[in-house]
């Protein structure tokens, strides 16, 4: 049901709110460089409470007498003489919430993905003169009884609709305080009693919201995303040659006919029609080389835990991988938006914007979109990842969940069988060896054959908040490098389960692999930066068999 036909359950009410007063919004609400001015500034909210079928029941604040879900709406009248000088709009409210601004709804830019900054909202639903935001949330109400014997009813979390098999997962705990994360904050997140904030935005207030993101790349190119924070033009600069990308908030850059083996300073620059420009960069990526030695580090399972996962990827970029392998859970939800920019992408964005990133879906991404939105893929028909880069072949699967059916195995045999490479990692995130508090994966074991008939250097797995080594009879390698934020593994092996474990560690941490046409050789650093783990490889037979 539209929410103007739910607000229309109380038809013959008077506007609401107050009017700002004078010729405009007031000059207190302007930011202190005059980019953007807050439209709502003394404006009072009305809000409706209702659960289930029942009518709302209007009031100045949030009022619930019974458990449940409910859902919240709120009113708020505003005057804007001339909404001429405005570029964009910007909403901040509640987790999921949906608005409508003078009757006209404003749709999420993705379905299913939650939100708490509703960005790009076009200025040309203003009305010079008054105008009507309304908006609603849903909430779940449980009930509390303190000491003296008085209820207090609570909303526990904050539930929308998602899709998939748990269609109203609580997202409350990843914006406002799970526990590895306790100060997530910037997330635009706004009490429930609160009026929600619209922003008009004035041309100076263009930026760039996400990124620069490299993705996939290869000998001769590169891979680059990009958000800003209200539809623009932006224009990549590289190698004497630029790359333009239309009006819209998300951008996606493919930089071709380079140079092996070479670095590349580039620059990014966002732009409104005659008006002002914003820069980043420049940057410095380099392309791989066709054959000669290279370093690249494999990690997984930051799971939002910014400040930890700031210090591994400060550790990442001092070693100048060629490119990264994330093994997933790079967030704890992958459907909440704010959760990329504010607990992955922003605290290592340096190493994003020099270092090619490859990434495996996690269960905590849960089937987001976002995932490969924000990092550009080798193919965009080829949902499983593959790509030889110079001595190594790269490969996974396309799966966030345990790999337990025989179509995996039979992937993985068409994509590595005409592989040259003398090294091969598969990645995956759910390990097929383990010992850590989810036990053995026995279903992975079904890739293990295929992979030995490959020669199959390593099996690079997350999920599991520890470093583990495995070594099955016969091959691969089973490497478990699941924290690289996420942390509080187990220390202690347990044999009946995995009997091939040769070196368990709970400590946060990364791999890394220098392959040279020799050998491989791999370091497993944790967040102090002491080896905790060191494994060599011969390179394999290129006719598949063992080494």
Same mark, same amino acid.
Request: hydrophobic share 35%.
């Given at each position: 049901m539209a929410l103007n036909r739910l607000l229309g359950l109380v038809a013959g009410m008077a506007s609401v709110g107050a009017v700002l007063a004078g010729d405009g919004p007031a000059a207190a609400a302007e930011s202190a460089d005059c980019v953007a001015v807050d439209l709502l500034a003394n404006a009072e909210a009305r809000f409706a409470v209702a659960a289930g079928e029942a009518e709302p029941t209007w009031?100045?604040?949030?009022?619930?007498?019974?458990?449940?879900?409910?859902?919240?709406?709120?009113?708020? +009248?505003?005057?804007?003489?001339?909404?001429?000088?405005?570029?964009?709009?910007?909403?901040?409210?509640?987790?999921?919430?949906?608005?409508?601004?003078?009757?006209?709804?404003?749709?999420?830019?993705?379905?299913?993905?939650?939100?708490?900054?509703?960005?790009?909202?076009?200025?040309?639903?203003?009305?010079?003169?008054?105008?009507?935001?309304?908006?609603?949330?849903?909430?779940?109400?449980?009930?509390?009884?303190?000491?003296?014997?008085?209820?207090?009813?609570?909303?526990?979390?904050?539930?929308?609709?998602?899709?998939?098999?748990?269609?109203?997962?609580?997202?409350?705990?990843?914006?406002?305080?799970?526990?590895?994360?306790?100060?997530?904050?910037?997330?635009?997140?706004?009490?429930?009693?609160? +009026? @929600?904030?619209?922003?008009?935005?004035? @041309?100076?207030?263009?930026?760039?919201?996400?990124?620069?993101?490299?993705?996939?790349a290869s000998h001769d190119a590169f891979t680059v995303f990009c958000r800003v924070n209200m539809p623009a033009e932006v224009a990549l600069e590289v190698g004497g040659r630029t790359y333009r990308s239309g009006p819209g908030r998300e951008h996606r850059f493919r930089a071709e006919r380079l140079a092996p083996d070479t670095p590349y300073a580039y620059r990014l620059t966002a732009a409104l029609p005659g008006g002002p420009r914003v820069r980043a960069g420049p940057y410095t990526v380099r392309t791989f080389p066709e054959r000669g030695p290279l370093t690249f580090v494999a990690m997984g399972d930051s799971r939002s835990v910014a400040r930890h996962w700031q210090r591994i990827a400060a550790l990442v970029l001092a070693h100048q991988p060629r490119f990264v392998v994330f093994t997933g859970d790079m967030v704890f939800d992958g459907r909440v938006d704010p959760l990329w920019d504010a607990t992955f992408l922003a605290p290592a964005s340096e190493l994003m914007a020099t270092t090619p990133f490859y990434v495996v879906?996690?269960?905590?991404?849960?089937?987001? @979109?976002l995932t490969t939105q924000f990092f550009i893929q080798p193919s965009a028909e080829e949902p499983h990842l593959n790509q030889e880069i110079g001595l190594v072949h790269l490969a996974a699967p396309h799966s966030n969940r345990r790999l337990s059916t025989e179509t995996h195995a039979q992937v993985l045999d068409a994509i590595l069988a005409p592989s040259r490479a003398p090294y091969i990692f598969v990645a995956t995130h759910w390990?097929? /060896?383990?010992?850590?508090?989810?036990?053995?994966?026995?279903?992975?074991?079904?890739?293990?054959?295929?992979?030995?008939?490959?020669?199959?250097?390593?099996?690079? +797995?997350?999920?599991?908040?520890?470093?583990?080594?495995?070594?099955?009879?016969?091959?691969?390698?089973?490497?478990?490098?699941?924290?690289?934020?996420?942390?509080?593994? /187990?220390?202690?092996?347990?044999?009946?389960?995995?009997?091939?474990?040769?070196?368990?560690?709970?400590?946060?941490h990364f791999c890394v692999f220098t392959v040279t046409p020799d050998r491989c050789v791999m370091k497993a650093i944790d967040q102090d930066g002491m080896v905790i783990d060191t494994r060599e490889w011969a390179p394999r037979r290129i006719d598949g068999t063992a080494r």
């Open positions: 009031g100045e604040r949030v009022a619930f007498t019974a458990t449940g879900p409910h859902r919240v709406f709120v009113r708020v +009248s505003f005057r804007v003489p001339d909404p001429s000088p405005f570029v964009a709009l910007e909403i901040d409210g509640f987790p999921g919430g949906c608005y409508e601004l003078n009757a006209a709804e404003i749709p999420a830019e993705r379905e299913a993905i939650v939100y708490t900054t509703v960005r790009g909202v076009s200025p040309a639903l203003l009305r010079p003169g008054p105008n009507v935001l309304t908006g609603s949330w849903r909430l779940d109400v449980s009930a509390l009884t303190n000491a003296a014997g008085v209820v207090r009813f609570v909303p526990t979390f904050v539930s929308v609709p998602m899709g998939g098999s748990q269609p109203n997962r609580s997202v409350r705990s990843a914006i406002t305080g799970y526990p590895y994360n306790p100060a997530v904050g910037g997330l635009g997140y706004r009490g429930i009693g609160e +009026s @929600p904030a619209l922003r008009g935005l004035l @041309p100076g207030a263009l930026a760039f919201q996400t990124g620069p993101v490299l993705g996939c879906a996690g269960n905590h991404e849960r089937g987001s @979109p390990p097929a /060896r383990n010992s850590g508090k989810y036990g053995n994966v026995g279903s992975s074991n079904r890739l293990l054959p295929t992979l030995r008939k490959h020669g199959v250097t390593a099996m690079l +797995s997350g999920h599991e908040h520890q470093y583990e080594r495995s070594e099955p009879p016969g091959g691969p390698t089973v490497i478990v490098t699941g924290a690289a934020g996420a942390g509080g593994g /187990r220390d202690d092996r347990r044999e009946a389960e995995n009997p091939d474990s040769r070196v368990l560690v709970g400590k946060r």
